[in-house]
């Protein structure tokens, strides 16, 4: 079965250190994308990339890095310096053409700094 | 710039009742329009979308959208809700022509009394 893969599903991690994320797909979607939930803001986009070893900050990339070299991943890595990291992070991805804003979901990584 | 609202924040439905979730985008122009579905501590799901054409689109689990250009709006309505459709309902528009940014609502959550 196609689908977005992301792990791990729970991360722990102490303040001060940096952290990756994965994400994975094999829908042979070209974009991909990374999201942060926080409890009643809705979606906000860190990072997105249309085409390999290409991407582009979205509305809240501080803090964040991200690389894209290969078609079916996009690593997400939280650094020591994103000031309030613990939140719900989840990846998506769209194909290109027309239905680029056609997303689809992984099921996320919940992250914890304490 | 673009812009999503979703006015209601929580709603609260019987089982077998009909349910309406508001969503109202403001856009220049005729937009690409969606719904997510999410449940607890999972990823969202793709209900339904609107591209063109028919302006009353199925999706996916029962449920419909009208695109009511003249309010600039895009509700979602199921004539009876099951207790399975308790989770949090997101919409989102991207403009026409293939650009790469979804804009999310801040979601509604619904509940579902037996």
């Known amino acids: 079965d196609g689908g977005i893969t992301q792990s791990p599903k729970y991360l722990f991690r102490k303040e001060g250190q940096n952290v990756t994320l994965s994400c994975e797909q094999n829908?042979?979607?070209?974009?991909m994308y990374w999201y942060r939930q926080d409890p009643g803001q809705g979606l906000r986009l860190i990072y997105y990339?249309?085409?390999?070893?290409?991407?582009q900050k979205g509305d809240i990339a501080e803090g964040y890095s991200v690389s894209r070299e290969k078609k079916e991943s996009f690593p997400l890595t939280v650094t020591s310096a994103q000031k309030n990291p613990t939140a719900f992070y989840l990846c998506?991805?769209?194909?290109?053409?027309?239905?680029?804003?056609?997303?689809?979901f992984g099921p996320g990584t919940r992250l914890t700094v304490t | 710039a673009q812009s999503v609202t979703q006015p209601d924040i929580h709603i609260t439905v019987s089982e077998g009742a009909s349910l309406e979730l508001r969503c109202n985008y403001s856009?220049?122009?005729?937009?690409?329009l969606f719904w997510y579905v999410q449940s607890p501590g999972q990823g969202l799901q793709l209900l339904l979308k609107?591209?063109?054409?028919?302006?009353l689109v199925q999706g996916i689990k029962g449920f419909e959208a009208e695109f009511k250009r003249s309010q600039s709006s895009f509700n979602l309505r199921k004539p009876s809700v099951h207790w399975s459709d308790a989770a949090e309902y997101f919409c989102?528009?991207?403009?026409?022509?293939?650009?790469?940014?979804?804009?999310f609502g801040k979601g509604t959550k619904l509940t579902v009394n037996p």
């Open positions: 990339s249309q085409i390999v070893n290409d991407f």
């Open positions: 829908l042979n979607h070209d974009a």
């Open positions: 998506a991805s769209s194909p290109s053409g027309p239905h680029l804003n056609e997303q689809y």
């Open positions: 989102a528009v991207g403009p026409q022509g293939g650009s790469e940014k979804l804009v």
């Open positions: 609107y591209f063109s054409g028919d302006t």
């Open positions: 856009y220049g122009a005729t937009p690409y």
